[in-house]
């Protein structure tokens, strides 16, 4: 841990983020080395030391992860791995902890991909509960489980549960709790504060912020549940390249810019939305009026990049996605370019034909809300 970060209360969020992780001051040397590029390191004799083989550590790696260490539980001692990508990350964790004759309970509106894990869960006989995000649901299906899954804001839904109160009722039936952090950035939510066993994310959106890597990362305090996350990782082989690594703690000296811009932006758009007659089941949690807003306040510092609503219909989505000319019609989210979407054309979401989730970017505010409401006016019949 560098001096600046060493004091958890001594310095603020931009601060933590443009000095995390990196090595000690050296004459000549770059302030945040270069990526190693290795598959092997000298080794001779006995093994010993940090680094052997490129599948289990890398110098690159170890910068980064302590960087995140340092944004998700600082001042604690916890620690971090890298992964190739988000559910790289979300797979470890699984099933590095679930066994056959475990229950494992998951939201039933999370991720579209993790039904498909789900599924693989229940092929290896682990039994999978689901319940909703919104109301604590969850709670009502916790009894003799091994292991919470928590998705907190919900994607693309943007429910959010109280954390806190799920993880003292899973310790309390001796299950471990993971919470997916990935909408909320360890800059708007600490889980492992909040009583999670595991913090896990998809570096891919918002930590890294420029739609340009791949990344993944899981973070938690207790010693064998991380070895057993490290072991799996090994057996797999799921590792980031260090350019990868590299790109994504360069990324982390602008988070705190990038998502204050964002999350302001964002507000302003959703503030923006609420006055228009055809969007309905407008969702973010920064909005006084949003369902969930009370609880986020709690536990959230930053409510996140990410708007959802629906359009009246699936033709109406398409057209709107269609004008707007500073939002790309992509995947993601938690980039610097502004993104949109129609989820249900990927069939994996719960979601009505016209839902649309909006990442919002970096763009001056005035414009982009300009630009999406001259779309909603050109997209309508």
Known sequence: ????????????????????????????????????????????????????????DNPTWTLLERAVSELEAPGQDAETLVFASGMAAISAVLFSQLRAGDAVVLPSDGYQVLPLVGAQLEAYGVEVRTAPTGGDAQLEVLDGARLLWIESPSNPGLDVCDIRRLAEAAHARGALVAVDNTLATPLGQRP??????????????????????????????????????????KIVGAISGPMEAWLAHRSIATLQLRVDRQNATALAVAQALRQRSEVSGLRYPGLPDDPSHKIATQQMRRYGSVVSFTLPTRARAERFLAALQLVEDATSFGGVRSTAERRRRWGGDAVPEGFIRMSVGAEDPEDLVADVLRALDESAE
């Open 1 to 56: 841990m560098s001096d600046a970060t060493k004091n958890e209360g001594s310095v603020g969020d931009g601060t933590r983020a443009v000095r995390a992780g990196l090595p000690e001051p050296a004459k000549n040397e770059p302030t945040l080395p270069g990526p190693v590029f290795a598959a092997h390191f000298h080794l001779p004799g006995e093994v010993s030391g940090p680094y052997a083989y490129g599948r289990d």
């Open 192 to 233: 492992l504060e909040l009583g999670a066993d595991f913090s896990v994310a998809s570096g891919t959106k918002q930590l890294t912020g420029h739609g340009d890597v791949l990344l993944g990362y899981v973070t938690g305090r207790d010693t064998e549940a991380m070895a057993a996350v490290r072991r799996w990782r």
